[in-house]
């Protein structure tokens, strides 16, 4: 039986050992200048607040190194980053539509699994044995995609962690597109996705319907996953701090709602926020922009407002800032619920259990509803 799975699949392991092969070589070829670029940069040797400097003067250098690649505009470092995160997401996906999908689907389709079954083969036996070979190959696949990616961009991470921020390489590593392309996180997404794509098609017994739903549904845990429960897999935790110290900044646009965005916990470097809030010296909520702010910011800023911008929006230079100086002076400060930097390894750790027992629980399914249908 292992035999027989390996005949039936080796097509896809040779195409994806080729495009691992292809990937590898991609990045490799600009490795060493990346590499180069970042002992250059200075931040080998600096310390404290300096490296935040230097860290975004180096994202700026990788940003705008180059003028194209591959014939596509832009610089090449900024592509080859995109294109390896990009990878990584849809390489789960693209297991699942085309690995898990027709996996079962194709056998019912064509009737070979009578012949199968007839056999000393059980339905178990013939069931695990491509669940857990061509699973396992589909994990590693997307794990060896990950490590690959971040052997080449960790002068990057190195820099973003020091407080660096350009372009697409602001994201931190608790952002929605690195976490779940790095870590342990890929071996999860990639069992479930193949896992979802053998059960669809055991489901419609069609492969092209089967590629279709899996798709549709592994589309939407990605969506959701890092909305609403990526960031309840673990208790945050809360801090209140001014608007300075948490490098926040009111919303010119929302006004007169007040929306404030923090940039940092002071205190806690590399925490992912969460949200942040304004509230008062009693620590309420503050939902709207003092009075006193909105005149002394339009007394400041004039009647102008941006084109394409909502109407009777204040936008020109300097006024965030003149906003910002104002609500705080009101006494407001900024309410932060974040998960700390020590918190990345467990969510890594409890988001990929997740998928992974979603994935089982998806086999049991199979396993069942296998054996309950008829020959």
């Known amino acids: 039986m292992i035999w027989l799975t390996w005949r039936q699949f080796r097509a896809q392991a040779i195409t994806a050992a080729a495009a691992l092969a292809a990937f590898a070589i991609l990045l490799a070829t600009t490795a060493s200048d990346l590499s180069s ?3 250059s940069s200075g931040l080998l040797t600096c310390h404290g607040a300096a490296c935040t400097g230097l860290a975004s003067q180096f994202l700026d250098q990788l940003a705008s190194a180059g003028e194209s690649f591959l014939l596509i505009p832009g610089s090449a470092y900024m592509i080859l980053y995109f294109l390896g995160v990009l990878v990584i997401l849809i390489t789960p996906a693209i297991i699942g539509c085309f690995w898990g ?8 389709e064509a009737g070979t699994v009578r012949l199968i079954w007839n056999q000393s083969i059980t339905r178990n036996r013939w069931l695990m044995v ?19 990616q971040a052997w080449w961009a960790a002068p990057i991470g190195k820099a973003v962690g020091l ?5 697409i390489f602001s994201e931190t590593r608790f952002g929605w597109f690195v976490f779940p392309t790095h870590g342990i996180t890929p071996l999860g997404y990639a069992a479930f996705g193949f896992v ?3 059960t669809a098609g055991l489901v419609t017994r069609r492969a092209i319907p089967a590629m279709a739903i899996t798709l549709a549904i592994f589309a939407a845990v990605q969506f959701i996953t890092p909305l609403w429960v990526r960031p309840h897999l673990f208790p945050t935790s809360q801090t209140t701090a001014t608007i300075a ?14 929306i ?8 806690h470097s590399g925490a992912w926020i969460i949200s942040s809030e304004g509230v008062n010296a009693a620590g309420q909520r503050v939902s709207t922009i003092p009075a006193a702010c909105e005149r002394e910011v339009s007394d400041q800023l004039g009647t102008h407002t941006e084109v394409g911008s909502h109407s009777g929006t204040p936008v020109v230079p300097g006024g965030a800032s003149a906003l910002n100086n104002c609500v705080a002076r009101q006494g407001i400060r900024v309410a932060e619920s974040y998960q700390p930097a020590s918190h990345y390894w467990p969510l890594q750790w409890s988001e990929t259990g997740m998928y992974l027992a979603l994935a089982l629980a998806l086999a049991g399914y199979c396993f069942w509803r296998l054996n309950r249908r008829r020959s």
């Open 260 to 267: 404030l965005t923090a940039s940092f916990v002071p205190g």
């Open 101 to 108: 999908a027709p996996l079962i689907a194709r056998e019912l």
């Open 245 to 258: 110290a948490s490098g926040a900044n009111v919303s010119l646009r929302a006004s007169p709602a007040l």
């Open 37 to 39: 670029l970042y002992n």
């Open 130 to 148: 491509k669940l857990v070979l061509i699973g396992t190959a589909a994990m590693a696949v997307t794990e060896a995609f990950s490590l690959i």
């Open 196 to 198: 979802l794509g053998v």
């Open 163 to 167: 407080g660096g921020a350009s372009s």
